[in-house]
């Protein structure tokens, strides 16, 4: 037995050089130093030899477990290593500085439009006003004096929001039902502009979008009449377009205005472009309001965003704009 013995640390040596993984090593160590192995069984049988034998037996046996415990340990240790070594290989990053110019990001045109425009209207002595983009039929068509049976009311037209009543609920349609919530909250005089986002059931093509963005003004104050309106148009189009663009109002209708006009701009080449509608706070839109239009008068005026972006940037489709394509973004 003593033989056999003795040569377990060689085998057990051979064998955990062999191990390539833990698991391996684990089994090799079962073999070797469990229950079943021949190290066990030689302890059990320690019991039927003298106690001079079974002394040095014993101790023959603590040795050749400490050896094979010692080598298995050594060798575990070193797959360990290994096995940290490959796991870092896989995880690691590449943070290699990178020396070539990389670009960086800008606002979207859009932005670009909304901030420009904001700037403007603020330098003529406007503020900036926002509204809920989910809003109640009131303030987005009660309040703006639209009629019960108005079509701009219908489902075709309109987003209706699962919420309350039917049909109480929707995604403005336009950045008007800021005016009302701007008349509410401050007495006048009001110089005030609304950008935002709206929503409409429109059909994406190249001038429509059923999102999109407008700007609209909003004035109120004593004294103010139709010329206010058109001088404050023109004042707009020089500044935003420049020298070579000048602007005419048109007779029209809108329910929120009286009088009411659409706006024109005409450019350097002679050609007219229609950019929006305008008109004179109606009586009934400044009571909503809360106002007195006994005594206060005021204009409105509102047009898109994405349109005035367009025509500055010479893009002849709207949906360009949103379909995030970089190669068309980093040209502006």
Known sequence: MNADIADLPARAEQA??????????????????????????????????DPDARRSAGQLLNEVRDRIESLLDARRHELSQTARVAQLETERLDLTEIRERTRLGHLHLVTQARDRLEDLFVGMGFTVAEGPEIEDDWH?????????????????DTFYV??????????RTHTSPVQIRVMQSQSPPIYSIMPGRVFRQDTADATHMPVFHQIEGLVVDRGITFADLAGTLEAFTSAYFGPGFTSRLRPSYFPFTEPSAEYDIRRPDGSWLELGGCGMVHPNVLLAGGI??????????????????LMRHGVDDLREM???????????
Request: charged share 20%; aromatic share 12%; no cysteine.
């Open 292 to 309: 007195d239009p006994e005594e206060y008068s005021g204009f409105a005026f509102g047009f898109g965003i994405d349109r005035l972006a």
């Open 16 to 49: 955990a050089g062999g191990a390539t993984s833990l698991d391996e090593i684990q089994r090799v160590s079962t073999d070797f130093l469990g229950k079943k192995s021949a190290l066990a069984e030689a302890k059990k049988a320690l019991g039927a030899l």
């Open 322 to 332: 949103f379909i995030n394509d970089v190669r068309f973004l980093r040209q502006f």
């Open 162 to 171: 699962n919420y309350g009543e039917p049909e109480s609920t929707l995604l």
């Open 140 to 156: 987005n068509f009660g309040a703006l004096n639209f009629a019960v049976g108005h079509p701009a009311r219908a489902m075709q």
